[in-house]
């Protein structure tokens, strides 16, 4: 269903109400892609698509001069294989730089 309302044109954002929203919203994406859509597709969805819904496409959903400064650094190339995502390694907030492995251990989520 979801590939036939995207090849409609039917506008799809990837979003998700779970908790720990960050790992939930990586299946969603995985989903996606075997749901049919293309795996470049379902990045944009998710990021440039989610802000344009929004109307918030003017300063979030791509990295572009004068936008603000959230995205994350993959180990990895998602477009190739869209489970790269769950690769996290850096993490931009507002301008500041996170390290995934350090936010992992302050949530318990790792080695301490």
């Known amino acids: ?11 799809i954002v990837a979003g998700t109400d779970a908790a720990l929203p960050g790992f939930v919203l990586h299946r969603e994406l995985e989903l996606y892609v075997e749901a049919g859509l293309p795996r ?23 990295v572009t001069a004068g936008k603000l400064a959230d995205l994350i650094i993959v180990g990895g ?21 996170y390290q995934a492995a350090e936010l992992h251990r302050a949530m318990g989520l790792g080695p301490g």
Not at 40 to 62: C, F, I, N, P
Not at 84 to 97: E, F, L
């Open 1 to 11: 269903m979801v590939a036939a309302l995207y090849r409609a044109g039917v506008p």
């Open 77 to 97: 190339d998602p477009t190739l294989r869209i489970q790269d995502v769950r690769r996290v390694m850096t993490v931009i907030k507002n301008g500041v730089v």
């Open 40 to 62: 470049a597709a379902v990045l944009q969805l998710a990021t440039l698509g989610a802000a344009r819904v929004m109307k918030h496409d003017a300063e979030l959903g791509s």
